[in-house]
C-alpha cells in the first residue's frame, strides 16, 4: 500500500521556522521525485518545492526562493521541507506527492503527481 505521511506542521510566529517531513512506502522512493504543495483556504493548490530522488536536483517556486529548502534521506525514505521566515501568506495546509515522471514533477501540476499524503497544516501568525 501506498503512503506518504505529512507531520511537522504547527503554528508558528512570524518569522520563524518549521521542518515538515513527509515519510513515504509502498513504492519505489528512489524513482520518484517527491513534491511540496500547499494549499490555503479559498486558493487554488500550489506547488512550492520539489525534489528528485534519482539526482538530487531540487526546484522552487519564486515565492519560497531563498527562504525554504527541500532535502531527502533516500535510506528512511523521506523528504524534508525546512521553511524559515516564515510569513502570513505562508500559512497552508501542505501537502507531499510524488510523480515517478522528474521532469514532469518540476512542472508542479497537480494532476499530474500520482501519489498524495493528507496533508499538514501551517499557521503563521502576524
Known amino acids: 500500500e501506498v503512503q506518504l505521511v505529512e507531520s511537522g506542521g504547527g503554528l508558528v510566529q512570524a518569522g520563524g521556522s518549521l521542518r515538515l517531513s513527509c515519510a513515504a512506502s509502498?513504492?519505489?522512493?528512489?524513482?520518484?521525485?517527491i513534491g511540496w504543495f500547499r494549499q490555503a483556504p479559498g486558493k487554488e493548490r500550489e506547488g512550492v518545492s520539489c525534489?528528485?530522488?534519482?539526482?538530487?536536483?531540487?526546484y522552487y517556486a519564486d515565492s519560497v526562493k531563498g527562504r525554504f529548502t527541500i532535502s531527502s534521506d533516500n535510506a528512511k525514505n523521506t523528504v524534508y521541507l525546512q521553511m524559515n521566515s516564515l510569513k502570513p501568506e505562508d500559512t497552508a495546509v501542505y501537502y507531499c506527492?510524488?510523480?515517478?515522471?522528474?521532469?514532469?514533477?518540476?512542472?508542479?501540476?497537480?494532476?499530474?503527481?500520482?501519489?498524495w499524503g493528507q496533508g499538514t497544516q501551517v499557521t503563521v501568525s502576524s
Open positions: 509502498g513504492f519505489t522512493f528512489d524513482d520518484y521525485a
Open positions: 525534489i528528485s530522488n534519482s539526482d538530487g536536483s531540487t
Open positions: 506527492a510524488a510523480d515517478k515522471n522528474t521532469a514532469q514533477a518540476m512542472g508542479f501540476l497537480p494532476h499530474e503527481y500520482d501519489y
